[in-house]
């Protein structure tokens, strides 16, 4: 899958488009990638009150996957999506590996969609019980139903609410062993009783130390591609993971409190390449350290 | 009356005026590049974190619209909006119009009854201007604008908001206007009402609005209120403020926030 540039939303804070597009300055079709909000099998209605926070110089979240199911999704979203021109990457989450299997199956036959992110990390379901990600056996066979029911490249989205830290080598290396062609990382990190909220997931820049030291592990094990994400703000940011080695990446609580930050990015990004004679993204990394 | 825009706007907007009108109550004036006109009552401002360590948008309603510029009310109550209330002739990041306006599209009642609970009181100044002008303009000698307005003292009202003539105050200590709960004054003025054709639009505690729909609901009276739930990007996409309501979830951002009483599952909302 080819991106015109690595600036794609994270999952949950893009929706589907359609609130975003309505922002004069905003031009979806500049983006890398367009990544929905998570698809699952039924209609959610996720969470109830209170579902999110600020804290840590970052928020928490608990929406517990709402949405309107996949059906849904794919009949008036994904139609949306598809007319900018830049690859969707549908994003699915199931509560057993049958639901991934059928999620998979489901997108696989849309044209329209350019690839599958497995979210096997979300923290808040269920009451924070333990997600597919957070063991490298459950990730590989959650990697493998995916798999076997796409042709779709597979992106699996990986938790870091992992013990110990450098299991996160292990959970991603059993992912791609299993066949995924890429990994995202990080999803929001676990907390609990948050503003009245029992399980929620923080996000914001206190997570950025958190995901390019995952990130880090994760690229020393596999050879497969990066959308690193976690706290990234600014132009900045997003060089820094990809001079760690990131191939993308994907702007996710910044959204929030500025509109138009995506647009921003990419052309910083662009300025910032066309002044240091950058015209291959892979001549970034290894410049820190 | 108009319908909601559709586009969005995001700008740097200045601080024009800012000026207490109340104990940790400011009007804030903001500029804004285009047309006021696409406001309507009801619709809100999202306004980028001022805080260093805050990452999500703060929702104000529009409580009145000029030239080239809007207002807003806001009640200091945390470290951003303690911010917002000592900027002057500064930039901030804004965006908007946020949500669905005034969804009166009944026009066929007597008296417009406004009922405000503290800064719920924002959006219903707005609403005020609105309604007063065209029942002006109507001359018909129907649609009366009247102005309910409560809170806890004398010294966290700001008397600079309504005409005396269409305004009734209440406060909790008695220190101004009807002693009591402003649902108190509301309760005493409908029962008074026999024959006549009230609209109600609400904004304050939930506890307040629940009651206030739950009587309307029991008379017969079509109720709106206009709720608040945290937001983290006051667009629709984060869905940290929807709710359950009766025909299914609900974004307060987007698909209010202005809603009809009997939308309202009150358990629901936090």
Known sequence: ?289 | MKMTEEIMEVWSGEILKNLQRATDIFEVEISCPFDTKRFSPGQFVSIAPLAQESVMSRPFSISSVHDSSFSILIKTIGKNTDLLSEMQKEQIKVWGPCGKGNPITDLRFDELWLIGGGIGIAPLVFFNKVFSDYEKECRSGRGRVRVFYGSQSEEDLDFNLFPADSVEYSTDDGTFGSPGKITELFIKEIEMIRSKKITVVTCGPNIMMRQIARICKHRDVPCFVILEQPMACGTGICLGCSVKMKSGMKRICKDGPVFPAEEVIWDELT
């Open chain 1, 1 to 289: 899958m080819a991106l015109q540039n690595p600036i794609m939303p994270a999952s949950g804070t893009f929706g589907f488009g359609e609130e975003v597009a309505a922002f004069a300055g905003m031009d979806l079709s500049r983006l890398g990638a367009m990544v929905g909000k998570t698809a699952t099998l039924e209609p959610r209605d996720g969470n109830p009150q209170p579902r999110i926070c600020e804290c840590e110089g970052g928020m928490v979240n608990s929406i517990g996957l709402e949405g309107k199911g996949i059906d849904y999704i794919l009949e008036y979203n994904v139609p949306f999506m598809a007319s900018f021109g830049v690859p969707i990457i549908f994003n699915i989450s199931g509560f057993s590996l049958n639901d991934f299997a059928l999620l998979a199956q489901k997108a696989n036959s849309v044209k329209a969609i350019s690839a599958i992110e497995g979210n096997i990390s979300c923290p808040n379901v269920e009451g924070g019980k333990i997600p597919f990600g957070s063991t490298a056996k459950a990730a590989s066979e959650v990697t493998t139903v995916i798999c076997e029911v796409t042709d779709l490249p597979v992106i699996i989205k990986l938790t870091p609410n992992v013990e110990p830290k450098s299991m996160i080598g292990e959970i991603a290396s059993a992912v791609e062993e299993a066949g995924a062609d890429a990994i995202s990382m990080i999803n929001t990190v676990k907390r609990q009783n948050i503003g009245g909220i029992p399980f929620c997931g923080l996000s914001g820049p206190p997570i950025k130390p958190i995901a390019l030291e995952l990130i880090k592990i994760v690229l020393e094990q596999i050879s497969i591609p990066v959308i690193g994400m976690g706290g990234i703000s600014c132009l900045e940011d997003v060089l820094e993971f990809l001079q760690l080695g990131c191939s993308a990446v994907a702007i996710g609580t910044a959204n929030f409190s500025n509109p138009l930050i995506m647009m921003e990015i990419i052309n910083g990004l662009e300025k910032y390449c066309q002044d240091n004679q950058i015209y291959d993204l892979t001549q970034l990394r290894g410049i820190v350290e």
